[in-house]
């Protein structure tokens, strides 16, 4: 059973656009939730989080937005650039544990 | 240069050769997670350890040890690999759960 659901696999966004990248959950357990960046052949990288209690964290070109009574949650991307290319990763922690979803592989089209 | 390292970088075994990647953080974290990393099913918890001697199962822990003796390591161990455990595997380290986990670089493991 997935916890955490990233359901497109991929998402193709011309540059200079808006990215917007969806997340939802299952457990309402869950009360932080966090994004991170993954390019070929390295870790992942965090790029943003958001604490259960807020509905939106900005971080310059990044905005996480939070839906606690849909369980979404969006990740936003503007504009979009060449090096926004990578695999997005949603997260969701609740007391110990945090679960990761799928991925969302974003490609930024020139 | 604060870094979470792990050794080897890449490794061919054979089914049944038992096997350890080390995993090493510089940053005085308590929290330290292995996880693989799969086609499809993207990034899926190993094991976690919360403190020196202390660990726990993630989601995905049958055929893995691990072992936390000090704060700064924390070693995944297959006993005896089997192909199923053929992956990409990412140690992390963190403050705590809910705060920024720093990856690793990754160790792509092929049981033959």
């Known amino acids: 059973d997935q916890q955490v659901k990233q359901n497109s696999p991929s998402l193709s966004v011309q540059e200079g656009r808006i990215s917007i990248l969806n997340c939802d959950y299952t457990?309402?357990?869950?009360?932080?939730f966090l994004w991170y960046k993954k390019y070929p052949a390295e870790g992942p990288t965090f790029l943003i989080s958001?604490?259960?209690?807020?509905d939106k964290n900005e971080d310059g070109r990044f905005t996480v937005f939070l839906n606690k009574s849909a369980k979404h949650l969006s990740l936003h991307i503007v504009p979009s650039q060449p090096g926004d290319s990578a695999v997005y990763f949603c997260?969701?922690?609740?007391?110990?544990?945090?679960?990761f979803g799928k991925g969302t592989r974003l490609h930024i089209l020139p | 240069e604060a870094q979470v390292t792990q050794n080897p970088r890449y490794l061919i075994t054979v089914t049944g050769k038992k096997l350890t990647v080390t995993c090493s953080q510089n940053?005085?974290?308590?929290?330290m997670s292995w996880y693989r990393q799969d086609p499809g099913l993207g990034l899926r918890q190993i094991y976690y350890?919360?403190?020196?001697?202390?660990?726990d199962k993630g989601d995905v822990p049958e055929g893995y040890k691990v072992s936390r003796k000090e704060k700064r390591n924390f070693p995944l161990i297959l006993e005896s690999p089997s192909p199923n455990q053929t992956s990409l595997y990412f140690c992390?380290?963190?403050?705590?759960?809910?705060?920024?986990?720093?990856f690793g670089p990754g160790t792509r493991l092929t049981v033959l």
């Open positions: 992390a380290s963190s403050t705590g759960i809910s705060d920024t986990q720093y």
């Open positions: 457990n309402s357990m869950f009360d932080y």
């Open positions: 958001i604490s259960s209690i807020k």
């Open positions: 997260a969701a922690s609740a007391g110990d544990k945090i679960i």
């Open positions: 940053m005085n974290h308590e929290y």
């Open positions: 350890s919360m403190n020196v001697e202390v660990t």
